[in-house]
């Protein structure tokens, strides 16, 4: 069998960019296969983005930072400035080709939705697209008749498994683990005043800094409990999430049989974005092989939901519908960004994301501008509240 597929990588200097050109390196040695790089799309690293473009012999890319972009030497075509990603697409992209989108952030939305249009196969990395603006992507991608299949680690494990059956009745529950981050068995009051550094360590994957925040805030199982509602079309009382410190059982499928079907293999992101870009099919991979022989036992506990609330917060968005996810993501990445740059207590990120859901009305979504107006109020209301807290620190962090 020979698969052909043109792919367009967006977000491709990030760490799953980077690990995606990886899997594309490999992939170009094996016979029967065929991926093109015909575009490239990266936010501000112009040197990186170039290297990328000249190994792979790519002649259109996008930047989002202009004043990178004035300073780049490129012989091809070059869109640039915020929605340079999407006129990228726009550009390139015809349908039956494959859009990686590994942009952080609802940054990506834009991209994702010209892609769908454009017919492409969507490999999804960018998990805040699902979580913002799920209600317009996933019936727009089943209107378009494309795929979207997850590069996440645990919905890529829950997608795999879903083969298990040829009927979404026969599922009783998903159950998504989690690594349990940096923090895991720590108490509440050493988690909120958690350092940067200390939050960035994650013990199991090597990721963006966004994410890695996310993860050590639980906030990145929150967003992956959204993510999976929209993915499978599961309501939130029908997806559970377990800590499991190991990262190697990535996630199960439990059915009305009582069976549990799990995905298993070694921490390293190249799996999952090898198994979307080459679906339905599986070809010679390129990550470590699991170590059996020095595999004793699989940990799994309980979450912690008093240390770590935001999975519960997920639950309460996904009931919420409508732009709740759009405040709730917006809320967050302004957060995260806030605590990176010294200006809030870790703790500082839950207290804010809450006060965004409490604070916004949550109201019907029809277009897209629906989740832009819910995404730019929440992200005003974080940075007036952190305002806030700059000026009165004694409060900072505590619970409303
Ligand atoms: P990184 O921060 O490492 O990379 C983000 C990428 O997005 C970079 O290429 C960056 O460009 C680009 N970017 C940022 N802002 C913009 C913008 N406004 N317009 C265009 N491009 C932009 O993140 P990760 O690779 O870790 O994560 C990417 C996505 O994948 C996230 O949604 C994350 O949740 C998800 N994910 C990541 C995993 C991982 O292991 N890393 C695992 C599962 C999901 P530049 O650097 O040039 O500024
Ligand atoms: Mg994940």
């Given amino acids: 069998m020979h698969v052909s597929r043109r792919v367009i990588l967006l977000g491709s200097t990030g760490s799953i960019g980077e690990s995606t050109l990886d899997v594309m390196r490999h992939m170009r040695a094996l016979p029967d296969l065929d991926f093109e790089l015909i575009g490239l799309g990266a936010g501000s690293r112009g040197q990186e983005l170039i290297e990328q473009a000249r190994e792979f012999g790519v002649d259109e890319i996008s930047i989002a930072d202009s004043e990178v972009a004035a300073s780049l030497d490129f012989q091809g075509t070059m869109h640039v400035g915020p929605g340079s990603a999407r006129e990228l697409v726009e550009s390139i992209a015809k349908p039956g080709d494959l859009v990686v989108a590994a942009i952080v952030g609802s940054a990506g939305i834009d991209a994702v939705l010209a892609a769908i249009d454009a017919g492409c196969d969507i490999a999804l990395a960018n998990k805040e697209t699902l979580v913002a603006a799920g209600s317009i992507v996933m019936p727009r991608a089943a209107e378009r008749g494309v795929h979207i299949i997850p590069v996440d680690s645990e919905h890529s494990a829950i997608y795999q498994c879903l083969r298990g059956s040829d009927s979404d009745r026969e599922i009783r529950r998903i159950v998504i683990t989690a690594s349990g981050g940096p923090f895991r068995g720590r108490d509440r009051e050493t988690v909120r005043e958690a350092t940067p550094e200390e939050a960035l360590a994650h013990p199991t994957w090597d990721m963006g800094q966004k994410i890695s ?6 906030m990145n199982k929150a967003l992956e409990v959204i993510e999976a509602h929209w993915l499978f079309d599961l309501p939130s009382d029908r997806i559970e ?17 009582g069976s549990v079907l799990a995905q298993m293999g070694p921490p390293d992101m190249k799996t999952p974005i090898q198994y979307a870009m080459t679906w339905p099919h599986r070809m010679d991979g390129c990550s470590d092989r699991m170590d059996w022989k020095s595999l004793q036992s699989l940990v799994f506990e309980q979450l912690d939901h008093d240390v770590f609330p935001p999975v519960d917060m997920a639950r309460e968005v996904i009931e919420l519908g409508g732009t709740a996810g ?9 957060a995260v960004e806030a605590f990176l740059g010294g200006e809030i207590l870790f703790g500082g990120i839950h207290d804010l994301v809450r006060q965004a859901l409490d604070g916004i009305p949550v109201k019907q979504v029809h277009t897209i501008n629906d989740i832009e107006e819910a995404d730019s109020a929440a992200r005003a209301l974080v940075r007036e509240r952190i305002g806030d807290m700059v000026n009165r620190p004694a409060t900072m962090g ?3």
Avoid: C, G, L, T
């Fill in 213 to 218: 925040i996310d993860s050590a805030s639980m």
């Fill in 241 to 257: 999430v377990i800590v499991h410190p190991q990262s190697i059982v990535h996630s199960f499928v439990e059915y009305v049989d």
């Fill in 326 to 334: 759009a405040i709730f993501n917006a809320a967050n990445e302004v």
């Fill in 398 to 400: 505590e619970d409303k």
